[in-house]
């Protein structure tokens, strides 16, 4: 009998361990569950809005009961927005730019609206699953948008759509902080003064005319991107807002705004690829502004 209860007792304190090991499993805290709206959702989503627009017909859209949309900056319902009516060809052309912590997407896009080239900035924010903010803006011409080469942007640029190593890529804030550091540069008329960190054979893209880098003619000095001249004295203080980061591509998002000539303003998209610390593309959307109208959207992502 005394030897039954020992076998007894030595059972059951074996059996301890594997009870407190089950419980200590029981506790562990469940995997981070994954974004309602992950990179290709996001990507997903700006091809959907695009031929929601396509086909004139946005009833379809995975829209939040609060959303905004914003088309040239002036707020309207969503079935106003002329792109409903007058989209009707999307070419080649499209880069995206993609943040996933924040839940934005958007890309610059050569489209055709009744049949005339246009240059399309479209954003969009996701929540959940449903789409809270829908951001657009046309240039259909040279008048609009101080230049207008659309034989320029026939195909995404290599250099923009580069994948990285992941040792090559900033961090979120570092792609913000150097980013930022081109308007500074803007302002004191020289990205040497700011010393913005470019590559050596960093060139820049505004509205698919090449504006500096290798091979530019647009201006004596543009074949430099650092030492350029930046003669432009009506520019004055420039607005920013920074509006995204791929971190995956290594791409910062800003909206720039600045005084030109005429009592106007310039509202440049600008997407800086950035990567091994230094800026190797700029590519540029823009389009001229009444003074005062501004984005209408914050100036955080």
């Not at 951001?135 to 320029?152: L, M, P, W």
């Not at 201006?219 to 920074?242: E, F, H, S, W, Y």
């Not at 440049?268 to 190797?280: L, M, N, S, T």
Request: proline share 6%; net charge neutral.
């Amino acid at each position: 009998m005394n030897r039954v209860r020992t076998a007894l007792l030595a059972c059951s304190l074996l059996a301890v361990p594997a009870l407190g090991s089950a419980a200590t499993k029981s506790k562990a805290p469940p995997p981070a569950p994954a974004p309602a709206c992950d990179r290709e959702c996001l990507h997903g989503m700006v091809s959907t809005v695009l031929f929601a627009f396509l086909k004139h017909d946005t009833s379809g859209l995975p829209v939040a009961d609060q959303l905004r949309v914003t088309e040239d900056s002036i707020e309207k319902p969503l079935d106003k927005v002329g792109l409903t009516r007058s989209l009707t060809r999307l070419r080649g052309y499209r880069q995206d730019i993609i943040d996933e912590h924040a839940g934005i997407a958007g890309a610059h896009v050569m489209i055709e609206e009744s049949g005339a080239p246009t240059l399309l900035v479209v954003r969009l924010k996701v929540v959940g699953d449903k789409i809270s903010e829908l951001e657009t803006v046309a240039t259909h011409s040279k008048a609009e948008g101080q230049i207008f080469n659309i034989d320029g942007l026939d195909h995404p640029s290599e250099g923009m759509g580069r994948v990285l190593r992941l040792d090559q890529l900033p961090t979120r804030e570092e792609a913000i902080r150097i980013a930022l550091l081109y308007p500074a540069g803007l302002e004191a008329g020289s990205f040497v003064k700011s010393d913005t960190p470019f590559a050596a054979d960093a060139f820049r893209l505004e509205n698919g005319n090449l504006m500096a880098g290798p091979g530019c003619t647009f201006a004596d000095g543009c074949q430099n991107i650092k030492t350029q001249p930046l003669n432009n004295p009506n520019r004055g203080k420039v607005d920013v807002r920074v509006v995204g980061v791929d971190e995956r591509l290594g791409i910062a998002w800003l909206r720039m705004e600045w005084g030109t000539r005429g009592n106007q303003k310039l509202a440049v998209w600008e997407a800086f690829k950035i990567y091994d610390g230094q800026i190797h593309v700029v590519e540029a959307f823009m389009k001229t502004i009444p003074p005062g109208l501004g984005s209408g959207w914050s100036d955080k992502p």
